[in-house]
């Protein structure tokens, strides 16, 4: 089955620096990748998407500035939270959609559960 | 516009069923997604729909009609286990636009 990892799991990083997050997707390759963050007590947050043969898509109160965005392959891509404040804090999941059938359906990574201190 | 509504909470009780209601104006409507969500975890996808009716998947079930916006998950015989949220999420080309989650309690 369709598989998507996210590197690291869990992180936590002062206030005012940088990290970056992986995601994989394995045995597919991923038409698109969204970017999405649930932050405590919200939903969904779409950051971005990453499609196939297009520039990467930023929604409204997300910035390539902030959250650039790295999709070198159908299979990888990385996010990097630059600056990190406490509102940045919360769970970063990455969403890949697979070709073929059901090809909207996005299938998720475990997330990257980000802490600032 | 774009916009998923699901109720907040809902509960039920170990053995019966529960349905999870969604509606939803998601424009370039291709599909509608139904995911599981476990407390601190990411979303798990249980089933994919684009065609009306009901799509009979055994313990998860899903019905849609695109005429009248709206869908809804089936959970048959209830277990303890299946107390968590359930997410819809409207496709539109390749993006998702996902509901708040209704968290189900299925009690013994």
């Known amino acids: 089955g369709a598989l998507v990892y996210q590197y690291p799991r869990r992180t936590i990083c002062k206030s005012g620096t940088s990290m970056r997050m992986e995601c994989q997707a394995v045995?597919?390759?991923?038409?698109?990748v969204a970017w999405y963050r649930q932050s405590p007590q919200k939903t969904f947050e779409l950051i971005a998407l990453?499609?196939?043969?297009?520039?990467?898509?930023?929604e409204q109160n997300f910035t390539q500035e902030k959250f650039p965005i790295s999709h070198p392959n159908l299979s990888f891509s990385s996010m990097t939270v630059l600056n990190a404040y406490l509102e940045d804090r919360g769970l970063y999941l990455c969403g890949a959609s697979r070709t073929g059938v059901n090809q909207d359906t996005q299938y998720f990574g475990p997330g990257t559960r980000l802490l600032v201190l | 516009g774009q916009g998923v509504e699901q109720p907040d909470n809902l509960m039920s009780v170990e053995g019966t069923f529960a349905r999870v209601n969604c509606t939803y104006s998601?424009?370039?409507?291709?599909?509608l997604s139904w995911y599981q969500q476990r407390e601190g975890h990411a979303p798990v996808f249980l089933s994919y729909?684009?065609?009306?009716g009901l799509k009979d998947s055994g313990h998860f079930s899903t019905f849609l009609s695109r005429s009248n916006g709206y869908s809804y998950l089936l959970l048959t015989e209830l277990q303890i286990k299946d107390s968590a949220s359930y997410l819809c999420?409207?496709?539109?080309?390749?993006?998702?636009?996902f509901g708040s989650g209704t968290r189900l309690l299925v009690s013994p």
């Open positions: 729909v684009v065609l009306d």
């Open positions: 990453s499609t196939v043969n297009s520039a990467i898509k930023y």
């Open positions: 998601t424009s370039g409507f291709n599909g």
């Open positions: 045995g597919f390759q991923a038409t698109s």
């Open positions: 999420a409207g496709t539109g080309g390749y993006k998702v636009v």
